[in-house]
């Protein structure tokens, strides 16, 4: 029998060490073993023998319960641990990456600040050249119309911007109104307005010194100059040059200008000046090379009472209400409803009917 118990013994030491990978297996190794000592002890006292070996494996099944719960809690606890010192790392990195955003953002912040304080400086430091370019090229226009007991004279100057692209000018001696011109540069902005003032100028040289040539002939001349003004860039410049004398005489000579606009003394129409037989009489526009052709004159009377209207592009080209572009017919339309007699009144009706 004892030689029994010690392979039952061995048996049992055997099953409790091949099964203690987990405390599971521990906890069943444990039970095992007590199963097994309660056994032995039954065997012992049909032999006769005193039975101890179940006291003492419940024991220490007590034990082995208690160090098994007692790892579980010790891991379990270095679990929460390491899980919390993980955290707090994560959460550590995280908070100096969104430090780090906002403190980039906050250089962000500033720099758009500055850069807009530098941009709003450029702008306000553009518009006050702009204001300036603007006075000083009407600086360069006549400010007021001549009047005089021959002719009656007013104009309208209306940029769509502060610099404009068209000029105007009253040939004048002394008191003698001897001729006019209305222009239009193309494009936009302060380009179009210098050459304007370039332009201007050359027109008033060449009318007076080329005063006893043709109006053709003084055109000619003029887009001689300017070809070589503009060789550069690519504006070019449309004109109505007029010359007139005091007997209502009136020569007109157009460098692909706008059409005149003529309504006689107590005439219920208005018409485009053009001359009889609908021959071309515009030259082509002024400034560019390789357009150049021969530009003509034509030359009638105006009587007392009789009224022409120039203009440029941008005064027919604006839209009605409707969309519909004034037009050539919107100035044929209203001209003849506007007040006879002063030439100041007239334009203030057309320009009135044309903001309509």
């Not at 007109?252 to 000046?273: D, N, W």
């Amino acid at each position: 029998c004892s030689a029994c118990g010690r392979g039952r013994s061995g048996a049992l030491r055997g099953f409790a060490g091949g099964s203690a990978d987990s405390d599971a297996t521990q906890l069943l190794a444990g039970g095992g073993a007590v199963g097994a000592a309660v056994l032995y002890d039954i065997v012992g006292l049909n032999s006769g023998q005193a039975g101890m070996y179940s006291d003492y494996a419940y024991l220490l099944l007590v034990f082995g319960t208690a160090a098994t719960l007692a790892g579980q809690f010790v891991r379990a606890y270095n679990d929460n641990e390491a899980l919390g010192a993980d955290l707090a790392a994560r959460v550590q990195a995280r908070s100096r990456e969104l430090e780090s955003t906002l403190a980039e953002q906050g250089e962000l912040s500033v720099r758009l600040s500055e850069a807009s304080e530098r941009l709003r400086a450029r702008v306000d430091a553009s518009a006050k050249d702009i204001r300036v370019a603007t006075r000083v090229q009407q600086g360069f226009f006549p400010s007021a119309a001549p009047r005089n007991a021959h002719w009656d004279s007013a104009f309208a100057f209306l940029p769509a911007t502060g610099i404009s692209g068209d000029f105007y000018d009253f040939y004048m001696r002394g008191d003698k109104l001897e001729g006019l011109v209305v222009g239009d540069v193309s494009g936009h902005g302060l380009a179009s307005g210098l050459i304007t003032v370039l332009a201007r100028s050359i027109f008033y040289r060449n009318f007076y010194e080329l005063r006893t040539r043709s109006l053709g002939a003084v055109l000619e001349a003029i887009n001689s100059e300017l070809i070589a003004e503009l060789s550069t860039v690519d504006n070019f410049i449309t004109a109505a040059l007029i010359r007139v004398d005091a007997g209502g005489g009136v020569e007109y000579s157009s460098a692909a200008h706008t059409e005149i606009v003529y309504r006689g003394a107590g005439k219920v129409r208005a018409a485009p000046l053009k001359p009889k037989g609908g021959r071309e009489y515009k030259g082509p526009p002024l400034g560019r090379e390789g357009l150049e052709a021969p530009y003509t004159s034509i030359r009638f009377s105006l009587r007392p009472g009789d009224a022409i209207l120039i203009y440029t592009d941008g005064f027919d080209e604006a839209k009605k209400v409707d969309g519909v572009p004034f037009g050539v017919e919107g100035v044929l339309g209203e001209m003849p409803s506007a007040p006879e007699g002063d030439a100041s009144q007239m334009l203030d009706f057309i320009i009135r009917e044309w903001r309509f």
